[in-house]
């Protein structure tokens, strides 16, 4: 977690990871797509931010809450 900056926002695989990417990109919430997205359904983690019509992301201060209350 050191590794992220104060503010900004993360992607969806900044978070769960992708292992395919090149380089691999880690999870920080290690968990699939579909159990991310079912989390934000029913509240458990972030509402994401729309920043584009294709483009959907989550704060930093709010994925550092999370991942400090897990």
């Known amino acids: 977690m050191d590794t992220l900056p104060n503010t900004g926002f993360l992607r969806l695989p900044q978070i769960v990871g992708n292992p395919k990417a090149n380089p691999p990109i880690p999870a920080l919430v290690p968990i699939c797509r579909s159990a991310w997205w079912q989390g934000v359904r029913e509240g458990r983690y972030p509402k994401p931010v729309k920043l584009g019509p294709r483009t959907t992301a989550w704060r930093v201060e709010d994925i550092r809450a ?5």
Not at 66 to 70: A, T
């Open 66 to 70: 999370l991942i400090e209350s897990l």
